[in-house]
């Protein structure tokens, strides 16, 4: 079959690195990819949101499967727009519909399902331009610290954490008032501050049944010792150490069943993955959002502990069956180290040429911001490259993945060298 995934970022680069090797899979295509994605499949200069030439590329391409990276088009409804298609309705497209995606492009869309549904989330209330004075007065009694978090789509920038209550009520009016987050900040939500240690549990389902991918643990900081801005992620790991069977069955008895149900009863139907971000508090899950896709880098770590055909899978949650598809999952530990742009996550460098991926051997360079330039590849993104290993022990793991990274160079390049270290 030919499949065409949509996205250019590391997580369509493991995506498609995992799907090539299906012997399902006769044609790859990847729009727009980027220079690393060339060596799994064909990269097709497209914009993710181009829903018009994505239709004509599918229709004149035969393309049996389409599987959405990122939630941009998702949340602007590209499974409806297929669906509203006489040509395009039949082609399954992995990824939610426009109403389902609000869990990740709605903090209140979700949080409001999750206290439907009782799942276990913190307290929360949300707030607007208008009832800005309400809100002012909430975070005066809300304890501290408090999490402030545009309700919209904020390309992972729109959650602050106010350790006063000075700073949470000059945030709140910045956002609301002065727009800080754009479109997105419109509406805020005011969430109670969990504590705890978080990590990545991730959902493939097609509506009905469920399967739960390898969790993961990212790491956002930009800088070692978790300090620093944040950013789209610097690392991840998988798996998590204390997601011991015990914790998984809760978040499988508590979030997940009850999210899948949920949706079902809610009328909400539901093709694609759940991501969903938890923090362990005391040995208990809590919710601290839903996102209507893979993560990413948790992807890069995630996808090479599956040992089944990734392919099969996906036709399972096409055709409603995905009961009836084997997930055999690796025991080993993965590693993802994210080389990033100088300057990143602020203004970043771009166009500089990498060398020395040939250096590396016993990981996989995951592209994430490059692209081809005559015989060079450089860099056009802020997270650059995601390099990822599969070893025995978790110290092995993060030890090859560091020193695989050091390989590499471009002008400019960082990474961090304690990804991990936390869980040891």
Request: charged share 20%; net charge negative; with cysteine.
């Amino acid at each position: 079959m030919n499949i065409l995934i949509i996205g250019s970022g590391g997580r369509e680069s493991a995506f498609a690195w995992k799907i090539s090797q299906s012997a399902k899979c006769q044609k790859l295509f990847i729009a727009p990819g980027n220079a690393g994605t060339r060596q799994y499949g064909t990269n097709i200069n497209l914009k993710v949101t181009d829903f018009q030439g994505i239709r004509a590329f599918v229709l004149s391409n035969d393309i049996n499967l389409v599987l959405v990276g990122p939630e941009e088009p998702l949340v602007k409804g590209i499974h409806d727009f297929f669906l509203a298609d006489e040509q395009l309705k039949n082609i399954p497209v992995i990824g939610p519909q426009q109403h389902a995606a609000q869990l990740e492009g709605s903090k209140d869309f979700s949080k409001q399902f999750m206290q439907k549904h009782n799942i276990p989330t913190a307290a929360y209330k949300t707030f607007t331009k208008d009832t800005l004075q309400d809100g002012l007065t909430y975070l005066a009694t809300a304890g501290l610290p408090v999490v402030l978090k545009a309700d919209g789509l904020a390309a992972g920038k729109g959650v602050l954490i106010c350790l006063t209550l000075e700073e949470a009520q000059l945030e709140l009016t910045q956002m609301l008032v002065e727009a800080k987050f754009g479109e997105a900040s419109s509406s805020v939500v005011v969430e109670q501050f969990l504590q705890g240690i978080e990590l990545s549990v991730f959902v493939m389902t097609d509506g009905t049944n469920y399967k739960i991918l390898p969790e993961a643990k990212d790491y956002k900081r930009i800088g070692e010792g978790d300090t620093g801005l944040n950013t789209g992620g610097m690392g991840s790991v998988s798996p998590v150490p204390f997601a011991d069977a015990a914790f998984m069955q809760k978040v499988e008895q508590r979030v997940i069943i009850p999210t899948i149900e949920g949706l079902k009863k809610d009328n909400i139907p539901y093709k694609g993955f759940i991501f969903i971000g938890l923090m362990n508090s005391d040995g208990e899950p809590w919710v601290i959002e839903y996102n209507c896709r893979m993560g990413d880098p948790e992807t890069e770590s995630v996808m090479p502990r599956i040992q089944s055909d990734f392919v099969d899978l996906l036709l399972g949650v096409a055709e409603g069956n995905l009961n009836e598809r084997e997930l055999v999952i690796s025991d080993k530990t993965a590693a993802t180290v994210v080389m990033v742009a100088g300057g990143y996550p602020g203004e970043y460098l771009k166009n500089r040429v990498i060398t020395g991926t040939e250096n590396v051997h016993e990981s996989i360079v995951f592209h994430a911001g490059t692209s081809p330039d005559g015989e060079n590849v450089i860099t056009t993104g802020g997270r650059v490259l995601a390099i990822t290993t599969l070893q025995d022990t978790m110290f092995t793991a993060l030890q090859q993945a560091t020193a695989d990274a050091s390989r590499i160079y471009y002008d400019g390049m960082y990474f961090r060298r304690d990804i991990g270290f936390d869980l040891l």
